[in-house]
């Protein structure tokens, strides 16, 4: 009872914030004034935001609810059933489920967590959540809605998506022997609990019971829809604001510049935490300022590694399995989108 109402009052407080920097956003003039930015930026970040964030949210809201009928529907013994021996082949079927589960990164670690608890190789897992968030069809399709007049863009996001999930998983399988979960005598209490039927995995299953599995998914897309939903806000926020106010020759500059436009964006897509279905449009609002190869970074590195994500990584795994993985992921996507860019993108 408590934490549902802590629950209720924190979406509570979440709603009306959202809705405080919207009506800020639509009326400048009304609460703050901002003279020394001008009338100008002030509608330019008006306007920007409004676009970015109103062409992302149908695909943040229909992720959303893909992921809750997944996670209330799909049961995880079915999965684990298929997982092929070879490691090439176990690599395709980590992609292949990507594909077919569209799961966010936020809701694809703890379910690859116990996944891998109940015997599924680490190498798949990790390759699950490292090209799951970009493969799948509401992101091509919110990438292609984004792109719509740079289709290699689209394909170039896939493709290297899945090279960098195949050479981190092939890494991974060859040289990553021992268990890189996190144990604790409360994991392990709670392992037992729910072996016995008595854990939050027998709860959840016998409340899911009780309501009927559409509330359940109800229930879940709610939550999804307003922890996913802040990182949309900001992510639009900060997009806006940089369009808005920062020097267009100073952003030019970076933008066009061999490596430091990359290293750039690969920043800029940690701190900004955005989801995969809507951090296309934030790329597309930067076309015209930084090369596409960096924009192909962004679009990669963000679903792989970004500041949330890497919290709850290390919630689940330890910390210098964590450094590796960060590490992996940094120089592949950093080498593919620098050859991609050379050779396949102009």
């Given at each position: 009872?408590?934490?549902?109402?802590?629950?209720?009052?924190?979406?509570?407080?979440?709603?009306?914030?959202?809705?405080?920097?919207?009506?800020?956003?639509?009326?400048?003039?009304?609460?703050?004034?901002?003279?020394?930015?001008?009338?100008?930026?002030?509608?330019?970040?008006?306007?920007?935001?409004?676009?970015?964030?109103?062409?992302?949210?149908?695909?943040?809201?229909?992720?959303?609810?893909?992921?809750?009928?997944?996670?209330?529907?799909?049961?995880?013994?079915?999965?684990?059933?298929?997982?092929?021996?070879?490691?090439?082949?176990?690599?395709?079927?980590?992609?292949?489920?990507?594909?077919?589960?569209?799961?966010?990164?936020?809701?694809?670690?703890?379910?690859?967590?116990?996944?891998?608890?109940?015997?599924?190789?680490?190498?798949?897992?990790?390759?699950?959540?490292?090209?799951?968030?970009?493969?799948?069809?509401?992101?091509?399709?919110?990438?292609?809605?984004?792109?719509?007049?740079?289709?290699?863009?689209?394909?170039?996001r896939m493709g290297l998506a899945l090279?960098?999930?195949?050479?981190?998983?092939?890494?991974?399988?060859?040289?990553?022997?021992?268990?890189?979960?996190?144990?604790?005598?409360?994991?392990?209490?709670?392992?037992?609990?729910?072996?016995?039927?008595?854990?939050?995995?027998?709860?959840?299953?016998?409340?899911?019971?009780?309501?009927?599995?559409?509330?359940?998914?109800?229930?879940?897309?709610?939550?999804?829809?307003?922890?996913?939903?802040?990182?949309?806000?900001?992510?639009?926020?900060?997009?806006?604001?940089?369009?808005?106010?920062?020097?267009?020759?100073?952003?030019?500059?970076?933008?066009?510049?061999?490596?430091?436009?990359h290293l750039f964006m690969i920043g800029?897509?940690?701190?900004?935490?955005?989801?995969?279905?809507?951090?296309?449009?934030?790329?597309?609002?930067?076309?015209?300022?930084?090369?596409?190869?960096?924009?192909?970074t962004f679009l990669v590195f963000g679903?792989?590694?970004?500041?949330?994500?890497?919290?709850?990584?290390?919630?689940?795994?330890?910390?210098?399995?964590?450094?590796?993985?960060?590490?992996?992921?940094?120089?592949?996507?950093?080498?593919?989108?620098?050859?991609?860019?050379?050779?396949?993108?102009?």
């Open positions: 009872m408590r934490r549902s109402a802590a629950n209720f009052g924190i979406h509570l407080l979440f709603g009306l914030a959202m809705f405080l920097i919207i009506w800020i956003a639509m009326n400048p003039g009304g609460i703050l004034k901002v003279p020394s930015f001008g009338t100008e930026g002030v509608q330019t970040f008006k306007t920007m935001f409004i676009s970015i964030f109103l062409e992302a949210l149908p695909y943040l809201i229909i992720g959303v609810l893909v992921s809750a009928i997944l996670q209330v529907v799909v049961p995880e013994a079915w999965i684990r059933r298929f997982v092929p021996k070879n490691p090439i082949l176990g690599i395709a079927f980590g992609c292949l489920l990507g594909i077919l589960f569209p799961l966010c990164e936020c809701g694809m670690i703890p379910v690859v967590r116990r996944l891998i608890r109940k015997g599924m190789p680490l190498y798949v897992g990790v390759v699950f959540i490292l090209v799951g968030p970009i493969v799948n069809p509401i992101v091509f399709a919110a990438t292609y809605t984004a792109f719509r007049i740079r289709p290699e863009m689209v394909y170039a090279l960098v999930g195949l050479v981190i998983g092939l890494i991974l399988y060859a040289f990553v022997k021992s268990d890189p979960l996190k144990t604790t005598k409360e994991d392990l209490y709670r392992s037992e609990a729910a072996e016995s039927g008595e854990g939050p995995e027998e709860e959840s299953g016998t409340q899911a019971k009780g309501m009927g599995k559409l509330f359940a998914v109800m229930e879940q897309a709610g939550g999804e829809i307003f922890d996913m939903g802040k990182y949309l806000i900001f992510g639009s926020v900060m997009t806006s604001l940089i369009q808005a106010f920062v020097p267009r020759a100073g952003m030019a500059e970076i933008g066009q510049q061999p490596i430091v436009s800029f897509a940690y701190v900004l935490s955005l989801c995969s279905t809507s951090d296309a449009f934030v790329a597309s609002s930067f076309a015209r300022t930084f090369s596409s190869g960096s924009l192909l679903p792989m590694l970004d500041f949330k994500s890497t919290l709850m990584l290390l919630s689940v795994f330890k910390p210098r399995f964590v450094l590796l993985l960060a590490g992996l992921i940094t120089v592949t996507v950093l080498i593919g989108s620098l050859i991609l860019s050379h050779y396949a993108l102009w």
